[in-house]
């Protein structure tokens, strides 16, 4: 996406009070977003505004884009909970509720456990007040040993 595109694409994005942009993202989220985020206490929100291009033939909100958000939503409690960079081993997830274009879609994660070398963790999205879809993963933490 370019600058100008992105530009646009944040100003379209109307995201409710207290969101901000996310822009420290890799090129395939960058390119889905734009994704905000948002601090509540110690839990951390992020969101995005569904728009026509995040859409499947039926109108909808496309599963593969909740995927991906969900495990973006995942990767980041298991990092702000170990402080470790992760890779995602497995994610399983539910469609609970259908969302359309211009509906705001939000979500949070929890760390349920975290060892040594791996975090599970689950999360819920949300459109609005409703429940769209949740996920748990397990990620693969890599953490640097006492000579790096």
């Not at 530009?7 to 420290?24: I, V």
């Not at 980041?76 to 402080?83: D, F, Q, R």
């Not at 890599?142 to 000579?147: E, Q, S, V, Y």
């Amino acid at each position: 996406m370019s600058d100008d595109d992105l530009e646009s694409a944040l100003k379209n994005a109307r995201p409710p009070e207290g969101y901000k942009p996310s822009r420290q993202r890799g090129p395939f989220t960058s390119h889905n977003g734009p994704l905000f985020y948002k601090y509540e206490g110690d839990k951390l929100w992020q969101g995005f505004r569904a728009l026509e291009r995040h859409t499947n033939s039926h109108g909808i909100l496309h599963g593969g884009m909740l995927m991906a958000f969900a495990d973006g939503v995942l990767a980041s409690a298991v990092y702000l909970e170990t402080k470790a960079r992760a890779v995602t081993l497995r994610m399983n997830s539910d469609f609970v509720a259908m969302a359309r274009p211009g509906e705001w879609i939000e979500g949070t994660a929890e760390v349920t456990r975290a060892g040594r070398e791996v975090a599970f963790v689950e999360g819920r999205i949300m459109a609005g007040d409703r429940l769209i879809f949740t996920a748990t993963g397990v990620f693969k933490l890599f953490r640097r040993d006492k000579r790096g």
